[in-house]
């Protein structure tokens, strides 16, 4: 009996690993293999062609002491990331709250707040760059309305990525559901209590939505911090074929990383960037789930 | 749902305060909440304008004449309806071969992403064997890591067993699995009860016959949301094509439309007809599969 239960148990497992099989190959090859690969050429002068020549730390030096087009791009996703995060999250709460209200059309609404953030992709990069055309686009002309004098938004360094981050708020849809659903589970009981105590509408929602659903502010600001960082393609599309937007102000970290690997072949430099990236990104996640536990609130009370 | 005794408890309470008691709270109340009923509908119906304007501009740029887009002040409906434009759009570049291209690229992928991570999510749901939990949470990890980090090694790895300038890179690893869809898909199994497997386990089916004949039956919809999510990522994908495509056959939508924006310059009516074709699909799948747009974003939210 014991005999057979442990030949089940061997054969559950084998079923197991044919099962997970696909996905293990795909690990070793497409993700752990590269990860290692990368880590070793990072420390050598690698250029895909010709050479693959240890050379220490050079990499890794070179970047920090010497390269101002690196901090540049360090300093450009920064500023991206410090902004578009808190404004997508904030702008996302702010419209599921709106959104998780009983009023006409409510329905219609939720869909056309969604729609803009399945669209993505050169055709919508194009769109605002039409939009913020200084001279043709829509965005200057409503500003006009109201007598804004508006910027000249892709073409001035210091409104590039404003613009950007301008067009990521228009998608806001997307974290705007994952916070309806979860305040859609907000038990309706705490309401009736809080309203028959007389707390208001804005205590209400300060006071219950808003800790009810830090589990899924949590979610959102970790992939949204790391999404923030690999910020490429906008930036790519909207500055003419990468060029990095009038002084280098779009000349995000990617950016800079796709010009070293794949226009000047400087693989291993471009590879120690990838793992400076990778290693901020990790302490920035680090630093949230070590904090998760003061201010995220889990039903059940064990505040893990 | 609240149970009676709950309700009555806290009606108890409250009517010993002695502002609900008097009538007129409840109706000065009531106003209350129907203005914020109102200012809620209002800032709605005033946030879609601001949603639906961009895409109105795209589609009535895409039908004004070059002068009429130069001219100034912009106007907010085309003086004349220039249905030729799409028409002269789609002959000024090969778009009909960056539709075949795309469409053969989009539907592998959907194919392989459907097929390799329903399979492997069965394993990591529904067989339990050793080891799993650490193999679950290296999935879970991988989420973690910045994509550029494995992107150019991934490059070196394509460019040495000659796979540049093919389908190969873009298609392939979709049949190994990836870990949102592993992970949604999942979450999916995890309501399938283990009764059901064990009953079929016990007529002597094997894993393969229960997941093609019970598994895949019962996860349809979560299904259906990988499909609909893998459709928009291969489709509104950039980079891959980017990267490996450099023969202008080969080229996809995507890519044709960011070397169509080289070429045409400011020529906004064109490019805002070209965008707006490629944009097209993807719209009136979200119209036709809203719902499962949502679902996955639930999933996504369940799991936190």
């Keep these: 009996m014991a005999k057979t239960r442990s030949a089940m148990r061997r054969k559950e497992t084998m079923y197991g690993y044919i099962f997970v099989m696909p996905w293990i190959i795909g690990f070793l090859a497409f993700t752990a293999g590269p990860l290692l690969f990368s880590l070793f050429a990072s420390f050598t002068d690698y250029n895909i062609t010709s050479h693959m020549d240890f050379v220490g730390t050079e990499n890794y030096q070179g970047l920090f002491t010497e390269d101002g087009l690196f901090w540049t791009s360090l300093w450009n996703t920064l500023y991206y990331v410090l902004f578009s995060v808190p404004l997508t999250t904030i702008g996302a709460i702010f419209l599921s709250a709106l959104l998780n209200q009983d009023v006409p059309g409510i329905r219609v609404f939720r869909t056309l707040y969604y729609l803009p953030a399945v669209l993505s992709g050169v055709g919508v990069y194009l769109l605002w760059m039409q939009l913020l055309d200084p001279g043709t686009g829509m965005v200057n002309l409503m500003l006009g309305w109201v007598g804004i004098d508006g910027p000249n938004w892709l073409f001035d360094p210091n409104w590039t990525k404003p613009s950007l981050i301008f067009m990521k708020l228009w998608s806001v849809g997307g974290a705007m559901l994952l916070y309806l659903a979860s305040m859609q589970g907000v038990s309706k009981t705490l309401y009736e209590a809080a309203e028959i105590d007389g707390a208001n509408t804005f205590r209400q929602f300060f006071h219950i939505t808003l800790p009810m659903i830090t589990p899924v502010i949590f979610f959102d600001v970790v992939t949204s911090l790391i999404g923030g960082f690999q910020i490429f393609q906008e930036a790519y599309v909207m500055s003419s074929n990468g060029e990095g937007g009038p002084a280098n102000s779009l000349l995000f970290y990617n950016l800079y990383m796709w010009r070293q690997a794949f226009e000047n072949f400087n693989m291993g430099y471009a590879m120690a960037m990838s793992w400076i990236l990778f290693i901020i990104v990790f302490i920035l996640t680090m630093i949230n789930l070590k904090l998760a536990p003061r201010w995220v609130h889990y039903e059940g009370g064990d505040n893990r | ?304």
């Design chain 2, 1 to 304: 749902m609240t149970s009676h005794q709950d309700d009555t408890r806290y009606i108890e309470e409250a009517g010993s305060t002695k502002d609900i008691k008097n009538p007129s709270y409840f109706q000065h109340h009531g106003n209350r909440k129907n203005m914020l009923k109102l200012i809620n509908f209002v800032l709605l119906a005033a946030g879609s304008l601001m949603i639906l304007s961009p895409l109105w501009w795209m589609f009535s740029t895409s039908l004004k004449t070059m002068a009429e887009v130069m001219s100034f002040p912009p106007t907010f409906f085309p003086e004349s309806w220039n249905w030729s434009n799409y028409i002269r759009t789609w002959e000024a570049a090969p778009f009909t071969q960056y539709t075949i291209n795309t469409l053969v690229i989009t539907t592998l992928v959907v194919i392989g992403n459907v097929l390799s991570n329903s399979f492997i999510a069965y394993g990591f749901a529904k067989i339990p064997f050793r080891g799993r939990n650490v193999l679950f949470a290296i999935v879970l990890a991988t989420m973690m890591i910045p994509g550029f980090v494995t992107l150019i090694p991934q490059y070196v790895l394509f460019a040495k067993i000659g796979w540049v300038n093919t389908y190969y890179p873009l298609i392939v690893p979709a049949f190994f699995g990836s870990a949102f869809n592993i992970f949604l898909l999942r979450q999916f199994y995890m309501t399938i009860p283990n009764e059901l497997i064990e009953a079929a386990k016990m007529e002597g089916a094997s894993h393969f016959y229960i997941w093609r004949k019970i598994g895949l039956p019962l996860t349809k919809p979560a299904i259906a949301t990988v499909a609909i999510f893998s459709f928009n990522g291969a489709w509104n994908d950039f980079l891959g094509p980017l990267l490996y495509l450099n023969d202008e056959n080969l080229y996809t939508l995507q890519i044709g439309l960011q070397v169509f924006k080289g070429q045409l310059n400011t020529q906004w009516n064109y490019l805002m007809a070209g965008s707006l074709l490629v944009l097209l699909p993807v719209i009136i799948i979200f119209f036709f599969f809203q719902k499962y747009f949502i679902q996955g974003i639930n999933l996504q939210s369940g799991g936190k």
